[in-house]
């Protein structure tokens, strides 16, 4: 999926002296509270993570409590979506005005009826209704329906919310298009699918996020740092 890709930082997080024992779970739990939410700084959703703790020197902070700084380098896993990228869900709710899907098992997707492709006709049936392709009405969309949709609209606001298209091509019901769809058909049976890797190199202390027992910080800062719309848009 083009929406997972692999990164690198390099952090600084701030322990708490009564962690000093077990520094790496320390690390890891800290960055383990940022899991599954939108971060600025990663540009992503931090889906998973491997820390490793540079060294054994630490720098100590001033203070009451003399927190001290782990320089640490983290291997990410992102999801990052953005507007014309392809992405892959199940649809969980559907109707004639739109088909609402969750992506990974956890990140929800809303197509409006504006963003289906005119050749699809609702129909309402007892189990809730489907999606029928007029050319080929093997070509359907149904509740638990896996399906492959454009990106249209990203919002970090909401968790990476995805406002998604059904209009441009190599889009619909996967299992149809495993087999009537050549270019898709060949991403598959080539194994392109997989997630890019991306460096980011997150240096610096900006940044603070603590957590709430105040085991640890994590101080962070891009190298180049600019401001950003919560929303993405074509």
């Known amino acids: 999926m083009e929406a997972l890709r692999e ?10 002296p009564s962690n000093a024992a077990d520094v790496r779970r320390a690390v890891s739990r ?5 899991l599954f939410s939108y971060e600025d700084r990663f540009e992503g959703v931090l889906l998973a993570h491997e820390v490793v703790v540079n060294g054994d ?19 990410l896993l992102l999801y990052s979506p ?14 004639k005005e739109s088909i609402h899907a969750i992506v990974l098992g956890v990140f929800s997707a809303a197509i409006m ?4 492709n005119e050749k ?32 249209k609209r990203v919002d970090t606001e909401m968790n990476c919310h995805i ?19 050549a270019e898709y058909a060949s991403e598959i049976s080539s194994g392109t699918r997989r997630p890019s890797n991306v460096g980011i190199k997150i240096k610096n202390e900006q940044d603070h996020k603590t957590s709430d027992n105040e085991d640890s910080v994590i101080n962070s800062e891009r190298p180049h740092k600019k401001s950003r719309k919560r929303a993405l848009e074509e």
């Open 7 to 16: 990164a690198e930082a390099e952090l600084t997080v701030y322990v708490h």
């Open 30 to 34: 800290q960055l383990s509270t940022t």
């Open 57 to 75: 020197r630490a720098k100590i902070l001033n203070g009451l409590v003399p927190y001290f700084g782990v320089p640490v380098h983290a291997n």
């Open 82 to 95: 953005q507007p014309d990228m392809i992405l892959e869900g199940k649809v969980e709710l559907l109707g």
């Open 113 to 116: 009826a504006d963003d289906i």
């Open 120 to 151: 699809f006709k609702f129909k309402r049936k007892g189990d809730g209704g489907k999606f029928i392709s007029r050319s080929d009405r093997h070509h359907v969309i149904r509740k638990g329906s896996m399906i492959r949709f454009s990106v």
């Open 163 to 181: 406002t998604g298209s059904l209009l441009p091509p190599h889009t619909g019901s996967m299992p149809w298009l495993s087999t009537h769809d």
